[in-house]
């Protein structure tokens, strides 16, 4: 396919900016289509760029956790994750320079979440959250060997347990739809496909 000759770029001609406060830039947008069309509404959002991490501990066990998701107004299974701390005290907008390390923010949500730490790191992808209606992106890391060393130091909306899960229970759940996360899904399947190559 020559790419050259797609013009399948939109451009967005108008924008409104429904909720814009420190947490979120949630927004109403039209978009003129290729053929000249303009179409909308289209909703999208910003947020901030996170980290997931498929973390084991020295037996091999998935170091997992349990929380409440209010999307789906269910408590889910899933890896640890967290945000990258800006130094502008932004939670969203354009990349901010001195904007914490993706990888320290994996070893620092690691621990204040689970109380574990890894000396052996690996980063697997950088993937969009949701490209349809999200500009943030998910930094997907695999920590292996992983051992206890504190307990939790959760923040103040965090109310998480920690859970250790065998290979097969972790893809039982997945199967089954019970680890409801789609970004941690393909954190756990990069893991193994990286994990094969080593």
């Known amino acids: 396919m020559n790419k050259k000759n797609e013009n ?28 000249g069309t303009i179409y909308e509404p289209f909703y999208s959002y910003s947020r901030r760029n996170f980290v997931v991490i498929v973390a084991t501990d020295e037996d091999g ?7 409440f998701r209010q999307g789906i107004g269910k408590v889910t299974t ?3 994750a967290g945000g990258i701390e800006r130094k502008d005290g932004k939670e969203y907008g354009a990349p901010d320079e001195e904007a914490e390390d993706a990888l320290e923010a994996a070893k620092r949500e690691l621990q204040e979440e689970t109380g574990y730490v890894s000396d052996e790191w690996e980063k697997l992808l950088i993937v969009p959250s ?26 103040e ?15 039982e759940m997945i199967r089954s ?18 994990n094969k190559l080593a």
């Open 8 to 35: 399948l770029t939109w451009e967005e001609v108008k924008t409104e900016h429904i909720v814009n406060d420190k947490w979120i830039d949630f927004r109403r947008s039209a978009y003129k289509f290729p053929d």
């Open 61 to 67: 066990k998935y170091i997992c956790v349990r929380q």
């Open 78 to 80: 899933e890896f640890p």
């Open 130 to 155: 949701n490209a349809t209606i999200a500009d943030n992106y998910a930094y997907l890391y695999a920590a292996r060997n992983c051992r206890k060393t504190s307990g939790q130091d959760l923040d």
């Open 157 to 171: 909306t965090e109310f998480l347990n920690v859970s250790l899960y065998p290979r097969y229970e972790v893809e």
């Open 177 to 194: 739809g019970r680890f409801e996360q789609a970004i941690h899904i393909a954190a756990y399947y990069m893991s193994v496909y990286y």
